[in-house]
């Protein structure tokens, strides 16, 4: 117990401790206002996941974040740079070395080896890498004018996730499901998939979708790579049904015994309900992952019988179904770990992104077109993107480009995102966010608000500090909103 402060001291022996200082001071009214907000307080944590209402109407219920793992190139996506192709093989005037991962690989300019041409309605110049995707850019918000401040994987990662450079803080996904809770109460509120190739985890590993020092009950649910996504899913067959309800009253009951004698430590309520949550998971989840159910013209839709596409397409598909039964955020990483197995495309941009592209055009194509037809893109918001561009010179003796965090292109569609715009602008040749900059923490803060939340109010009191997903800074762009 703490005891007062020499500002509310008050004759020897009177309040001993601040709660006796609110019970008996102004006629207890103190007293009145904290034991409200200590009801709340208990109400949250036991139940830490239901659904609760937003700071103000937001048009987004549910967000799958389309993330491409490794750094796409964006003056070889979206980015159009035909002053590029023009200063082909010129050097870069003062450019600093240090800017990119490889500074003794530093060559000169490098035009893009793909080719670029309108689409849609707003007249989009696209690369022909996506030609699936290129069909629906009316419905798509682009940010080219993002920026970070780091060149390395595993901090800028971070950044992208959880808006700081540098491990233990909660990421995008893990505030989300603080805020608003979940609409499913059989299913993790945040899923997360990555690779399922054999090419790796993300570099950061699962602290990208973590919940820092947000309780553990919001960090990312990830679903294995290989054989059952979920570890023990199915019930074993010597454990009835009443006999695991038993085992589950008892645990909970010893682990309320453990909040009642370690007040304010709020992984006990979340390990009572990850526990509950696995129960009800084996009832609603091995229907929800199940893809034979849909029909064969969506699962053609996907590219479920295209060999290049096949692993992400199932991906997606899944996440259209997750969202569809009330999971509120959905997370997928395209690529593994290592250069080559990932759009860290430092040896041949081409081969490459051209491969990866192959795996990932269709199927997030097919994502947009079929939400839309659901009418569900209308409350989903997809992101696409990854943890930063690429430089527009050549990594020399490689073909590649290497990591850029001065540019990066994003785009938006549906929940709420304006379809058929693009908002800022790299310089000519694609080196900097040149025109109406857009920092990560004010792209997170236009997240949020597309969700309905003041990113300046959804704060967690941590180490006697409120602390949030944008620190102390972010504007929401409102320039994509619709």
């Not at 798509?140 to 993002?146: Q, V």
Request: proline share 5%; with cysteine.
């Amino acid at each position: 117990m703490h005891t007062l402060p020499r500002l509310f001291a008050a004759p020897e022996g009177a309040y001993r401790t601040r709660r006796e200082f609110l019970t008996r001071a102004g006629c207890g009214f103190g007293m009145l206002a904290l034991a409200d907000l200590l009801r709340a307080e208990e109400k949250r944590s036991e139940d830490p996941l239901a659904p609760r209402k937003p700071h103000f109407e937001g048009k987004t219920k549910a967000v799958i974040w389309l993330f491409m793992n490794g750094g796409p190139s964006h003056v070889d996506t979206w980015d159009h740079k035909p002053e590029l192709e023009k200063r082909d093989g010129q050097e870069l005037k003062g450019f600093d070395p240090n800017t990119g991962f490889f500074n003794g690989q530093v060559g000169p300019l490098m035009k893009s080896p793909f080719k670029f041409a309108k689409h849609g309605q707003c007249g989009k110049m696209v690369s022909d890498l996506f030609p699936h995707m290129a069909k629906h850019v009316d419905k798509m918000a682009f940010i080219h004018s993002l920026w970070s401040d780091s060149n390395n994987h595993s901090p800028a990662l971070f950044k992208m996730n959880t808006g700081m450079a540098r491990m233990g803080h909660p990421c995008v996904g893990s505030w989300v499901t603080y805020g608003l809770g979940s609409e499913s109460r059989s299913l993790p509120a945040f899923c997360v998939m990555y690779d399922t190739l054999g090419r790796g985890i993300p570099k950061g590993h699962a602290l990208n979708w973590g919940a820092g020092f947000l309780p553990t009950v919001f960090q990312g649910t990830a679903f294995k790579p290989q054989g059952e996504p979920i570890d023990n899913l199915s019930r074993p067959k010597d454990i009835t049904e009443e006999r695991q309800r038993n085992q589950l009253d008892l645990l909970a009951r010893l682990n309320r015994k453990g909040a009642e004698n370690h007040p304010g430590e709020p992984d006990w309520a979340a390990r009572v309900e990850s526990y509950e949550l696995a129960y009800r998971m084996q009832m609603a989840a091995p229907e929800v992952l199940d893809l034979s159910k849909e029909t064969a013209e969506t699962k053609r839709l996907y590219g479920l019988d295209n060999p290049k596409a096949t692993h992400f397409a199932k991906q997606c598909l899944t996440a259209r179904r997750l969202v569809e039964k009330g999971v509120r955020f959905v997370q997928i990483y395209s690529g593994g770990m290592e250069n080559d197995l990932s759009w860290d495309g430092h040896n041949n941009i081409a081969k490459n992104h051209g491969g990866f592209a192959q795996e990932t055009d269709q199927p997030i194509a097919a994502l947009l077109e079929d939400l839309q037809r659901r009418g569900l893109l209308e409350s989903t918001l997809v992101i696409w993107g990854g943890e930063f561009g690429r430089l527009p010179i050549v990594q020399k003796g490689n073909a590649g480009r290497d990591h850029n965090p001065h540019a990066i292109t994003f785009w938006l569609a549906g929940g709420g995102a304006k379809g058929g715009v693009s908002y800022g602008a790299s310089d000519e040749i694609g080196f900097k966010a040149a025109e109406n900059r857009v920092s990560i923490n004010d792209f997170h803060a236009t997240v949020l608000h597309l969700l309905g939340l003041d990113h300046k109010k959804l704060t967690y009191r941590h180490n006697g500090r409120d602390f949030r997903l944008t620190d102390v800074a972010g504007t929401v762009v409102k320039d994509i909103l619709a």
